[in-house]
């Protein structure tokens, strides 16, 4: 059974239709990019997936199960996490924090459970941060757990959000730009790091990026869309010699006839 | 360390001062430090942890007090009729967490339309409830006369603590002392748990925190319970200390000095909305009156007329307002920043391992 | 009980309505802020509150020239107006200018916090300078301009209607709040500086990048709401006599309903929102107790404006007339 499948998804904004008819289903413990132009829905996909925004048509499942109707903390508590675009950190509390606050699906406590200390709440506790921290220096960060998140480097930050979302033990990580603004070091880092998470976490990953050498380099399965349409999909090899996929990029006429 | 010192200094300081008159006016402020101080507590969980912006806390503050003040003097015999009141001053002591309950049922009553919303909007309605609620207890005398409306309730039964009546100053400071330590037990316990840090996260970014799980929903409401418990628990200690209530003690003046207690101790900091809390009770309560007095004996005495406009005392809403604005463009973190946990990374590693198991 | 209600109900309607634009102008002021700052201006009540001191001290001090009764009303009371909206409207600029600009990038809850101490000041700072200009008294009783009643013999058109009857200021109000809302909504959706408003509300960095200069055109946002504030603040006085310096709070309360109500950033929403919620309480204030067999009376006039605010943003956060807005992730 498919992971994650997408069928005839559909979003309307106001009249204007940013997605139409997409259908797609994503193999376990695979690495799949979205692709496409600025505009081209990519990032309205991720936040459908993720329960930010309701569909307007089709249907998403996750292993058969429909996720229509579920908030983004139900998605993320059924196993789907996700970083974004625009940064978004807790960015006043320490990079230790973060991560924790990711662990937060896993820690049964309440307002009386803490008040009272209970022994399960210290243990559940301690068991987080231990597990927090791992993820810290798993992704390269455990030098700075007691930094303000806000004050880390951009590649730092984009690091602590990978690490946050892992810490809710997602079966699907969905990666939105994860290279964007990185330097070409900092992007052969990330490339690595993104292996070793499907390696070592056994993780589905979804990603969108515009670096076409990290996206042939990472993806098995590369799904393209524009204007909202999927126009392609498959391996990079058939992506890359795909006339839609390059017109799409470069404008019509750009293909020879 | 600074917290023991503080309590030492908390329970010697009442010893230290003078007897008399002086003494009990000391007190009567002290216990108004304290009273205050937990309701910045409360107030601190919802605007400077969670980031909610309530204007009409006073609200909770008068529910406590209401609550109590029923009971606790004939009035509660206009409407029940099974047993006879008031009640004695023994039942002081339960009404602390009836009064706090009732208030956070309040508070998830509201919550429950309003915390939907985007957080915009939640300061005007809860502005708008810190005066709904003033005028429904102005105008429950009738058809049954519930608050005894305008008039207000008085004669309330004071707290009774091994059959004796805590009637003055100084013994209510100890309970207030101890009602605070026990707010501020909890307060650093949920700080420091799941609890406070997904208050803390839903401030810092809605969308992020709902992506790790957070429902967003259920957190405001439970900061929003909390926070009207310790307000509500603080009403029947006021009502009980001053054994006269009536609705001019709930105005939105009220809802915006314990937010300037917030704003100038540092929002989400607890030494400094506890230092703020102190700051402004004083300001309010001894400072602006004794500079006004003062005016008045100049005016008397040295024949330099200052008229009455001017008196300092007056002029609360201008001196609230003032440090409101220019905290939120100078100084937004307040006198005492909030902090952040620090954690030893030793903990972690396997040497704090080994450590941490031979101790 | 019906028969009761119908009886009076055209006499609700004229005060409702009176009251209702009153609210209406207020809340356009809010909205017109809102819509471009996304920031609620908590000091908008008290503008009108200080429009209405300011306009009432002008009156009076045409009042103790002579001038009324020897110069046209009318005249003198847009004369009043014209004033008074300048000054509210330069005391909005500078606002905006010290209190909101420097927190244009601040968290919101800092920006709201500002708002709240600007309403605080100006409302101690009007309180002060009444106390001392008026013998120690904190409210103002203007001069009285209309002293007619102008009665509507309802029960010789309808045997079941009571005569209504208003204050000729009524019409004097309703004339001029009309008049001025025509005015902006034609300003807003037809010229170059309405056009500027509008992109500034929509994108300020694309409006910016489209040459469109944002800081002035958010202080001639913030001029115009306050102005328009502060002359209603006049009409308030002139319709209702006596004001002090907390009338702006509640008032204020209410008319940002309207807007929430009518659709948030919608200037006719705000029109719309306005009439309505003054409908409501005056029907209230009539009918409340009548209806509810004396249980709750017209003391509870005040709390309808909440309800109808909390029912809003429960089954239409975006108001009546307003648009769904989705935040971008």
């Known amino acids: 059974m498919p992971m994650l499948q997408i069928k005839d998804l559909g979003k309307n904004f106001a009249g204007i239709q940013a997605l139409k008819d997409v259908s797609l289903s994503v193999e376990p413990n695979s690495i799949t990019a979205f692709i496409g132009p600025n505009g081209a829905g990519k990032t309205t996909l991720f936040n459908m997936i993720t329960g930010v925004y309701p569909p307007s048509t089709g249907e998403i499942l996750l292993e058969g199960k429909s996720l229509l109707g579920c908030k983004p903390d139900e998605i993320s508590r059924r196993g789907i996490a996700r970083t974004f675009q625009n940064i978004r950190l807790f960015s006043k509390m320490t990079v230790f924090e973060n991560v924790l606050v990711g ?154 006839k | 360390m600074w917290a023991a010192a503080g309590l030492v200094l908390a329970v010697l300081l009442p010893f230290a001062a003078s007897q008399g008159d002086s003494y009990e006016s000391f007190m009567d402020v002290s216990t108004m430090v304290g009273i205050y101080v937990c309701m910045a507590l409360g107030l601190n969980i919802v605007v400077g942890m969670a980031g909610l912006l309530d204007l009409g806390f006073v609200a909770f503050f008068a529910i406590g007090a209401y609550t109590y003040a029923i009971f606790a003097t004939p009035q509660a015999n206009n409407f029940l009729h099974f047993m006879d009141f008031p009640l004695s001053g023994n039942t002081f002591w339960l009404f602390i967490l009836i009064g706090g309950l009732v208030a956070s049922l309040f508070g998830v009553l509201l919550g429950i339309p309003v915390l939907r919303v985007k957080g915009d909007y939640l300061a005007i309605v809860t502005l708008g409830f810190g005066e709904i609620i003033r005028i429904v207890f102005n105008n429950m005398d009738k058809p049954i006369n519930i608050t005894n409306g305008a008039l207000g309730l008085s004669s309330i039964t004071p ?201 | 009980m019906l028969e009761n209600i119908l009886r009076t109900l055209p006499q609700v309607l004229f005060d409702g309505i009176t009251l209702g634009t009153v609210y209406a102008v207020i809340a356009l002021g809010y909205t017109m802020v809102y819509g471009i700052l996304k920031l609620i201006n908590f000091a ?184 328009l504030g502060g002359a209603t603040g006049v009409l308030f006085a002139v319709q209702y006599g006596t004001i002090d310096p907390y009338i702006g709070f509640i008032l204020g309360l209410k008319a940002f309903t309207a807007a929430v109500l009518g659709g948030i950033g919608n200037i006719r929403g705000a029109v719309l929102g306005g009439l309505i919620i003054g409908v409501v309480e005056m029907f209230a204030a009539a009918n409340l107790s009548t209806l509810t067999n004396h249980v709750i009376g017209a003391e509870y006039k005040d709390v309808f404006a909440f309800i109808i605010l909390i029912l809003v943003l429960l089954f239409k956060p975006e108001g009546l007339l307003g648009k769904a807005l989705h935040e971008k992730v």
Not at chain 1, 219 to 242: R, W
Not at chain 3, 73 to 101: D, H, K, Q, S, W
Not at chain 3, 109 to 128: E, H, K, M, T, Y
Request: proline letters at 3%.
């Open chain 1, 103 to 256: 662990c937060h699906n896993q820690l049964k406590t309440n307002v009386l459970t803490a008040v009272l200390g209970l022994p399960f709440t210290k243990k559940e506790e301690n068991i987080a941060e231990k597990e927090a921290y791992k993820l810290l220096q798993f992704v390269g960060l455990a030098e700075s757990l007691n930094e303000e998140a806000g004050n880390l480097s951009y590649g730092n930050q984009r690091k602590l959000e990978i690490a946050r979302a892992l810490a809710t033990k997602p079966r699907i990580l969905l990666l939105d730009e994860p290279a964007a603004g990185m330097n070409p070091r900092e992007t052969r880092e990330l490339t690595d790091l993104i292996l070793k998470i499907r390696d070592e976490f056994k993780l589905t990953l979804i990603l969108i990026e515009h670096d076409m050498k990290l996206v042939m380099k990472l993806s098995e399965h590369i799904i393209v869309l524009d204007h909202g349409e999927k126009i392609a999909e498959g391996n990079s090899h058939d992506i890359q010699n795909n006339p839609k996929v390059i017109e799409a990029y470069l404008g019509t006429g750009a293909v020879a």
């Open chain 2, 159 to 359: 707290p009774t603590l091994f059959g004796i009546q805590l009637l003055n100053a100084s013994q209510f400071y100890y309970v207030v002392l101890v009602v605070a330590l026990l707010v501020l037990f909890i307060i650093r316990k949920l700080e420091a748990s799941k609890v406070g840090r997904s208050w803390r996260a839903v401030r810092e970014n809605e969308i992020a925190a709902q992506a790790m799980g957070i429902n967003l929903f259920k957190t405001k409401l439970t900061a929003f319970a909390v926070g009207a418990l310790f307000s509500g628990m603080m009403g029947v200690i006021f009502a009980s200390k001053q054994t006269f209530i009536d609705p001019t003690s709930f105005t939105m003046l009220e809802s915006i000095t314990i937010l300037v207690m917030v704003v100038l101790g540092g929002m989400g900091s607890v030494p400094g909305v506890i230092l703020g809390a102190a700051v402004v009770t004083i300001l309010n309560l001894q400072v602006l009156t004794e500079v006004s007095n003062w005016l008045t004996d100049l005016s008397v005495n040295g024949g330099i007329a200052i008229p009455d406009v001017l008196s300092p005392s007056k002029m609360q809403r201008f001196i609230f307002g003032l440090l409101l604005i220019l905290f939120a463009l100078y100084k937004p973190k307040g006198l005492i920043q909030e902090k952040n946990r620090i954690v030893d990374p030793k903990k972690f590693t396997e040497a704090g391992e080994n450590a941490h198991a031979s101790n």
């Open chain 3, 44 to 227: 908008h009540g008290e503008i009108f509150m200080t429009g209405a001191f300011i306009g009432t001290a002008i009156l009076l001090a045409f009042s103790s020239l002579g001038w009324i009764g020897t110069l046209p009303i009318i005249i003198l009371v847009l004369v009043a107006m014209f004033l008074t909206a300048g000054v509210t409207g330069a005391i909005g600029v500078g606002i905006e200018r010290i209190a909101y600009r420097p927190l244009r990038k601040a968290p919101k809850l800092i920006a709201l916090i500002s708002a709240i101490g600007i309403s605080f000041l100006l409302q101690d700072l009007v309180r002060f300078t009444t106390e001392f200009a008026n013998d120690g008294n904190f409210y103002l009783i203007g001069p009285e301009l209309f002293k007619s009643n102008i009665n509507v013999p309802l029960s010789k058109m309808a045997s079941f209607l009571s005569d209504a009857s208003f204050k000729t200021s009524f019409l004097f109000v309703l004339v001029t709040a009309v008049a001025l809302m025509i005015i902006l909504d034609v300003f807003v959706n037809k010229t170059k500086w309405g056009m500027a408003m509008r992109a500034v509300a929509q994108d300020r960095d694309t409006a910016a990048l489209m040459g469109v200069n944002v800081n002035k055109t958010i202080s001639l946002t913030f001029f115009i709401g306050s102005a």
